[in-house]
Every structure is written in structure tokens, then in C-alpha cells.
């Protein structure tokens, strides 16, 4: 009765929704239609922080209510996004901090599984951070490196070690407004409390602890995973690695891991080349163990080390439909409790394996990064297991795509510049020049509100037409991929000038640079472009912007909360918590940028979504005296 192609302009995840459908099982595709999203919910307009409410104000004409307690609809709203950005930075820096457990281990010697993959790596993100390197023995750094990166979450007061990264001028303007993070915990602690019933009754005061606190994610939280786990597991460098369902094989013992972690799944890694692993599998009748990832730890290994890519959110479910997944192993964030079910109707072994996260009704096989060969030889032995007893047909969609990924800021650096003088400069030149109009970031979930990868894919090739350099993380990047525009040849997409800088470079017109935390990465190569010059003083004069079209996440939040705060004119799609002719959305989608930071925008239509993108790129170049 559904027509999957509205769902979806993902081919092989069409095909497994059909086959889903054919096999009696719902995903949430079907669940998103046959729910309706609350209205006054979807507006922010309801309140349940005590329990005199729950309170529900009328959306229509906002202030024509109060809750019990008097607070008004502007106070509503903004505390109901202030524990969003709580939520989406504290998962961001709590996997920060695991990365940061597993690296303060290897300092100490306690870790034989992980090492120092890139000692360039660590010396100059100490040194970014004042840390001596000169005539020093590597891990007398790391141990420095732990001590000072441990105070992103720690600190009780001063300012998180990153800081030295960001732009004097957007410091400036952090400083002036009392927004700059002190330490992840005391400002996601202090979030809290101030959004409790009858505590921060302001919502401009509100806003700015939403700003440090998403600070404390993207310059803080999501920057040490980023960084560390580069550390540890390697930076990476543009290469050709695949995406698309097709990339499971039915003569392989199939294995996905979805999740966020990349610990995770570089154990994995490790486990599916094990010699005596592999000789199991033969042993079973697989030609072999096939790997791929889903979401963002899938995006790190894809960058990284070319590992497959399956899809992104929103065919987590699909990919099980193929009947060819033998174990799906998860770890952290944006799994669906569906998939648990999902995997019980095709047989797919399904393991939680994080000790936070695990799911009622899955097998947990618990990852200790002490032994996490313990946990990764499991799952394979399971998946054999499974591969032995495939119950039922298998049907793979047919569909895989080639991409280059793994654009690194490091690399953005030296492909532009070259090895000797390497540097944004040729970016800013370009920019000056006109040939690159500005650079947007598109990025964040897929949203079963909206067809799937669409949004995305419309508005990154009207970017790119309009001359806009594209760098992208997490599923946008995935939808991107399937869509074939990470390849140098989709520069013919993209508007003269930006065809003619990815054609002398040999680059594509979309960069994709990793997962969600990885975000950072975009964060750093703004300050670089502002560090360079030439292109304003502040993260907030520069001709960029940035665009989440089909989020769904407090994550997605977070992150535009810390873009904005940073001076990224930031649009998301599918839909906004948030009433237009409230006084706290004109704070957010206005006021913000008056005080000197970035703003927020909203299109739900990928087209109106890049006009607006392109007409704020455009005023930053006249303010900068590049126009034309
Ligand atoms: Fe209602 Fe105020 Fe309680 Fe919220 S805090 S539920 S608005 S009484
Ligand atoms: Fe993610």
C-alpha cells in the first residue's frame, strides 16, 4: 500500500523496503507515516520539567498562554533546547572521553591492542595547544597531551585547551558574552540546572549557556575524538573506498558494525583478518569475512582505511532486509531499538556490545578496549555460526559506489597547498579570486520525514553549481556517495570556476571529511581560512555556511548550536523546535548574529535551502570587498 519511492531516493534501500514489506515487516518509514509528529510538540510548545504540567501553550498564538508555573512560551522553548544541546554534547564528549580512556591507557602502558598510529599527528595537535615538542621523547608529549586534553571535561574553570584554535576575533566575541566553555561536564551540569522548573527564567540568558555548552562539544568534546582518534588510528588521506549495499557479498560471512565509536571497529578490523578466523569461515563454506560499516564509526574506517560503507541511517533497517548481514555489531548512538526485531525476522545475530547502551532483547557481547579481541572474535565466531544456518533467501541490491573520501583538515591543507607550501592560502585565494564562490557544510542524519538522501543530494548539487565548495560528514556524506559526487569527475556538476579549481587539483566538488564529530575538522579549517588571510578577521566575516537538511538527532542540535555560536550562518530542514514569531526564535535567527556570532535558518526545500546559503556567502563576500 506504501509507495517506497517517496520514502526513499535510495535504490537498494527501496528494493529492501519493498522486500520488507513483501516479508510482513514495518520499518520506520511505515512508523514515521503511521504517526503523525505531535504539533504542539514539533513547536516546542509543551513543558513537562515538573509536575504541576505537564503544560501545553497554544502554538498559534504563543503568547496567549503561560504554563502553571507562569513561564512563558519563550521560556519553554529555550529550555526544551537547552537540555537538546545537553543531550547532543554530552553524547559527543562522552565519546570523546572514551577515545580519551583508551589513549590514556596507551600512555600508561595498560593497552597492548592500540598504539600511536601518527606521531605527526600528536605533535602538532600538542603543539596547537602549547604543549613543547621540540627534542622530546613521543610519549612524554602524549603523557602531557593526556593531562591537558583531560581538562575538556574536567575543568571547573578557565577556558577548554582548544581554545588556542579559535580565531582571536571569534574568541573575542565569546569572551565579551561569556560563552567560552570551561570544561564539558560543569557547563552540561550547569545546563541542567538552569533549565529545571523555576531556575533560568531568561531565555537570552538561557541561550548563551546553550552557545557554551555547544562550544564545549565542537571545540571541545567532538575535537578530542576527532583528534585522538586520528592519534591513535591514523589521519586520514583521500582514498577510493566504496558505499552501497552491494558491497555485501552471499558467499562471504557478512559483518557490519553501526555505531560511533571507531575502537569498536578497529578491533573488528583485526578480527575479520585473523588467519585463524578466516580458516573458520572457509571451514563453514564462506569464500571469506566481508566487513562494513554503517553511520559514523563506518564513516571514520571508510576514511581511514577504505573500509565499505553500507548506508546511512535511515537504511539501517533496509540492509537487514537483505537477508545477507550473518552479525550487526553496535556500540553508541543512532541505533534503533527496531533493529533488534528486524534482525530476530532475518535471522541476523544482533550485538550491543557498549556497556552504555545496551538493548532489550539483544545479545550483549561487552567491548572492554583491554581485551577487545574478546568481544570483535565473538561476533565473528557468531556471525560463522549464523553464515552456516543462513535461514531463508538472500537478495542483495546490486548497487555500489566509488567515491574518494577521507579529507582530512591536514590534507585539505597539503592538497591545496602542496608539500612545500602547504596551506589554505590557495583555498582563500580562490575564494578572493571568485573562482570558489564559499564553502558550505552540509551535513547530519537522514529523517524518515523526509525522502531519504534527497534533501541532501538537491541541495549539494545546487551548491556546487552555484560555484560553492561542499565538505561533508556523517549520512549526508553517505548520501552524497550513493549519489556519485565524490568522485573528480562530478566536477562537471559544479559552476565554472569551482570545476576549474577541482580540475587543477584533482579533487572533487564535495570533500567528505568523516563522521558526525568529525565536524571539528570543518571547525578547524575555518580558523585556518580566517589564520591565512584575507578573508575577515572572524570564523563569522568568512563566505561560508552550513546546512543539516534531513537531521533528527539532539546531536544535529549541539552541533548547530556550536556552528552558529562559532559565526556559521547554520540551515536545517524537516523541521524546527521552535515558534517564528516567538522572541526566542528571533533571538536564534537573528539576534544571534547581531551580537557577532552566527545564526540559524530554516528550509524544509533543498532549493530555497541553497538560496539562502548562497545569498549569506554572498553577503560576507561584499562585506569583504570580493563581490564579483
Ligand atoms: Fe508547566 Fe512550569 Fe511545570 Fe513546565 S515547569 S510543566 S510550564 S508548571
Ligand atoms: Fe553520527
Same mark, same amino acid.
Given at each position: 500500500?506504501?509507495? !517506497? ?14 522486500? +520488507? ?150 574568541? *573575542? ?59 591513535? !588510528? ?83 533497517? +533496509? ?24 534482525? *530476530? ?6 550485538? $550491543?556490545?557498549?556497556?552504555? /547502551?545496551?538493548?532489550?532483547? /539483544? ?23 549464523? !553464515? ?57 542524519? $537522514? ?10 543530494? *538537491? ?39 569551482? /570545476? ?88 536564534? !535567527? ?39
Amino acid at each position: 500500500e506504501y509507495n !517506497f519511492r517517496e520514502f526513499s531516493t535510495c535504490e537498494a534501500t527501496i528494493q529492501m523496503l519493498q522486500k +520488507a514489506a513483501a516479508d510482513g515487516v514495518e520499518t520506520a518509514f511505515q512508523r514515521a507515516a503511521e504517526m503523525k509528529a505531535c504539533p504542539i510538540g514539533a513547536d516546542s510548545a509543551c513543558c513537562k520539567h515538573c509536575a504541576m504540567g505537564p503544560c501545553r501553550l497554544n502554538s498559534k498564538d504563543p503568547y496567549s498562554k503561560v504554563g502553571v508555573c507562569g513561564a512563558t512560551i519563550d521560556t519553554i522553548a529555550a529550555r526544551n533546547f537547552a537540555r537538546m544541546v545537553a543531550s547532543g554534547c554530552a553524547a559527543h564528549t562522552d565519546h570523546g572521553m572514551s577515545m580519551l580512556d583508551v589513549f590514556r591507557e596507551v600512555v600508561n602502558g595498560r593497552i597492548a591492542d592500540y598504539k600511536i598510529k601518527d606521531e605527526e599527528k600528536l605533535r602538532s595537535v600538542a603543539a596547537s595547544i602549547g604543549i613543547e615538542v621540540e627534542g622530546r621523547e613521543t610519549m612524554e608529549i602524549a603523557k602531557d597531551l593526556y593531562e591537558e586534553l583531560e581538562r575538556t571535561y574536567t575543568q571547573v574553570d578557565g577556558e577548554i585547551p582548544f581554545v588556542s584554535r579559535v580565531p582571536k576575533k571569534t574568541l *573575542e566575541t565569546w569572551r565579551k558574552h561569556g560563552v567560552v566553555p570551561r570544561g564539558a561536564m560543569r557547563e552540561i551540569m550547569e545546563i541542567m540546572h538552569r533549565s529545571h522548573m523555576g531556575v533560568d527564567q531568561d531565555y537570552e540568558n538561557i541561550v548563551k549557556q546553550c552557545s557554551r555548552t555547544a562550544l564545549a562539544d565542537g571545540w571541545g568534546g567532538s575535537m578530542v575524538a576527532t583528534e585522538i582518534s586520528d592519534i591513535l !588510528f591514523g589521519t586520514p588521506k583521500p582514498l577510493v573506498a566504496g558505499v552501497n549495499m552491494g558491497f555485501l557479498k552471499e558467499d562471504h560471512v557478512n559483518i557490519i558494525v553501526h555505531g560511533h565509536e571507531p575502537n569498536l571497529f578497529e578491533s573488528m578490523i583485526d578480527s575479520v583478518n585473523d588467519p585463524e578466523l578466516v580458516a573458520k569461515a572457509k571451514e563453514a563454506g564462506a569464500a571469506g569475512i566481508n566487513l562494513l560499516g554503517m553511520c559514523c564509526s563506518g564513516a571514520e574506517v571508510l576514511s581511514r582505511h577504505g573500509v565499505p560503507h553500507a548506508g546511512n541511517f535511515m537504511s539501517t533497517e +533496509a540492509v537487514i532486509a537483505t537477508g545477507a548481514v550473518d552479525a550487526m555489531a553496535v556500540d553508541v548512538q543512532c541505533i534503533k531499538q527496531a533493529l533488534v526485531q528486524m534482525s *530476530e525476522c532475518y535471522g541476523t545475530k544482533f550485538f $550491543t556490545t557498549n556497556p552504555r /547502551a545496551k538493548i532489550e532483547g /539483544a545479545q550483549h557481547v561487552e567491548f572492554h578496549e583491554h581485551e577487545p579481541r574478546k568481544c570483535t572474535n565473538k561476533v565473528v565466531e557468531m556471525a560463522i555460526e549464523r !553464515f552456516k544456518n543462513r535461514p531463508g533467501r538472500v537478495v542483495i541490491p546490486q548497487r555500489r559506489d566509488m567515491g574518494v573520501h577521507g579529507f582530512s583538515h591536514e590534507y585539505i591543507n597539503y592538497m591545496l597547498g602542496g608539500t612545500f607550501r602547504g596551506s589554505y592560502t590557495p583555498l582563500n585565494d580562490n575564494i578572493i579570486n571568485g573562482r570558489i564562490r564559499g564553502v558550505a557544510g552540509v551535513v547530519g542524519c $537522514t529523517n524518515p520525514r523526509v525522502k531519504q538522501d534527497w534533501v541532501h543530494v *538537491e541541495l549539494v548539487k545546487e551548491l556546487i553549481k552555484n560555484n560553492v565548495l561542499v565538505v561533508q560528514t556523517g549520512c549526508s556524506q553517505i548520501a552524497l556517495a550513493k549519489a556519485g559526487l565524490m568522485k573528480p569527475d562530478a566536477a562537471v556538476l559544479a559552476g565554472d570556476g569551482l /570545476a576549474e579549481v577541482c580540475e587543477t587539483v584533482g579533487m572533487p566538488p564535495v570533500l567528505g571529511c568523516g563522521s558526525c564529530v568529525d565536524n571539528s575538522r570543518i571547525l578547524i579549517a575555518c580558523a585556518e581560512m580566517v589564520r591565512v588571510g584575507g578573508l575577515g578577521e572572524s570564523i563569522a566575516d568568512l563566505p561560508v555556511a552550513g546546512a543539516a537538511p534531513e537531521w533528527m538527532s539532539e546531536k544535529a542540535i549541539s552541533i548547530g548550536q556550536y556552528f552558529v555560536a562559532s559565526g556559521v550562518f547554520t540551515v536545517f530542514g524537516v523541521t524546527f523546535p521552535t515558534i517564528k514569531e516567538t522572541k526566542f526564535h528571533k533571538l536564534l !535567527f537573528e539576534g544571534l548574529e547581531q551580537m557577532g556570532f552566527g545564526k540559524w535558518g530554516f528550509a524544509a526545500d533543498p532549493y530555497e535551502m541553497a538560496r539562502m546559503m548562497i545569498d549569506h556567502i554572498d553577503k560576507k563576500r561584499e562585506a569583504l570587498g570580493i563581490m564579483g
